[in-house]
């Protein structure tokens, strides 16, 4: 019956006719659809801007290297157009820039309105460039400019930049550091010639030697705790250092010392150090190799393999010396548990409230790391340990004076503290 009123390619050749229209309304449409004079961003089809909208240009422009940088960068500076703040006609300011003074220039960056300079960090070294300061007066509608007027500034250059030796602003870094290497200089010279260097207390290194003989009078073990990092972490090594000592000291009170470890390289520094600790009790013969053993590289694997040691064994004294994750609290609440005497040490400062809570000594942050100079009393170590003391001890009693000076607008010493990053 359909086939009867009309031909069925008669229907297809219609729709195909009907989509050909609708498509070509959809792509050529807008274009003869666009209004008169509609809002544009390209400076070549922009409407003409009204009379008396034109800024005053800027003027004094100079270019010149940048200070106190590596040589990529020029410093431009002007003078505002007048029409800047009285009249309102600047909206930004457009940086030009040109290797030829005739031209042609190219713009190399923008800046708002009662700017008076700008850097441009993307000039090449070894290369002299000229410079115009166009001030700019725009109209926007709907984030689109209607009209654009500017006035471009006398060319300022050649300008050329170089790399400097030396970064000014960073003068009292320099003068801080000859300060600092200074003082150290001079305790190492004083520890080497005999002289007595005092140096504060610290609680948990001098309680190493009560550790030690604890366990020897209990005639339990002694477990050293070197941490979960490997030996690219600087806290391990510190705790290594301070096993050096421990292990000499319970070769000489003749206690076994254990030192489980969850890295390969870990355990071969610390086997040689107590090896080498026992050489220097004279007691060569007492260590022995299982002394320092491998547990497993994972975190809490480790620290459960400790915790079944501890329970088990139930030694009088615990070292955990190095660098410490979540284990913390696991190992150390475990040590409190079987009431061993523990020594503990950290530069995590997550994981120091732990130790704090659950063992007798922690060694807080730099303590650790001044171990090494605590113990072995060697007089670079000593030196250079006063030195940086003395050297903190200088920037406290600045901190303070300057609080009070500050405080009453007597002096600003902040000033020669700044340091430009």
């Known amino acids: 019956m359909i086939a009867g009123f009309f031909d069925e390619r008669e229907f297809v ?18 274009v003869f659809g666009q209004p008169t004079g509609a809002p544009s961003n390209n400076p070549d089809t922009l409407n003409t801007p009204p009379p008396d909208v034109t800024p005053v240009m800027a003027k004094n422009v100079v270019a010149e290297d940048n200070p106190n940088d590596a040589g990529d960068a020029i410093l431009i500076t002007w003078t505002p157009s007048l029409d800047d703040h009285e009249n309102g006609k600047v909206t930004l300011y457009r940086i030009l820039r040109s290797e030829k003074k005739d031209g042609p220039f190219k713009v190399v960056g923008e800046v708002p309105s009662g700017s008076n300079l700008t850097i441009d960090n993307d000039a090449e070294g070894d290369k002299e460039f000229y410079y115009k300061v166009a001030a700019v007066n725009q109209m926007k509608q709907d984030g689109r400019i209607i009209w654009e007027a500017s006035s471009e500034s006398d060319v300022a250059g050649p300008a050329k930049a170089t790399a400097q030796w030396f970064d000014a602003r960073r003068l009292n870094v320099f003068v801080g550091t000859l300060i600092l290497c200074g003082l150290i200089i001079y305790f190492i010279s004083q520890a080497k010639s005999g002289k007595k260097l005092f140096i504060r207390k610290i609680a948990g290194l001098d309680a190493v030697d009560e550790a030690v003989g604890r366990a020897t009078e209990m005639g339990k073990k002694i477990f050293f705790i070197p941490g979960t990092s490997d030996m690219d972490n600087v806290q391990t090594i510190a705790g290594l250092t301070i096993l050096g000592r421990v292990a000499q000291l319970a070769a000489e009170y003749e206690t076994w010392i254990e030192v489980p470890v969850s890295r ?3 355990m071969v520094t610390a086997k040689e150090m107590v090896k080498e600790a026992y050489s220097k009790a004279g007691r060569p013969d007492a260590f022995h190799e299982d002394q320092v053993h491998y547990l497993t590289d994972d975190q809490f694997g480790y ?7 501890f329970v088990r064994e139930k030694p009088a004294t615990v070292f955990m010396l190095g660098n410490f994750y979540a284990e913390s609290l696991i190992l150390s609440e475990t040590g409190n548990s079987i009431g061993a005497i523990q020594i503990a040490g950290t530069g995590q400062p997550s994981q120091l409230p732990f130790f704090v809570a659950a063992c007798d000594y922690t060694l807080i942050g730099e303590e650790l790391f001044a171990a090494s100079a605590y113990l072995s009393r060697e007089p670079k170590l000593l030196g250079s340990l006063k030195g940086q003391d003395i050297g903190k001890a200088i920037i406290l009693v600045a901190i303070l004076l300057g609080v009070v000076l500050e405080s009453f607008n007597l002096f600003q010493l902040s000033n020669y503290f700044k340091v430009i990053g």
């Open 303 to 309: 620290a459960a393999g400790i915790d079944g040691m």
């Open 264 to 266: 390969s390289l870990v």
């Open 13 to 30: 050749r219609a729709r195909l006719t009907a989509i050909s229209i609708i498509l070509f309304l959809l792509v050529i449409g807008p």
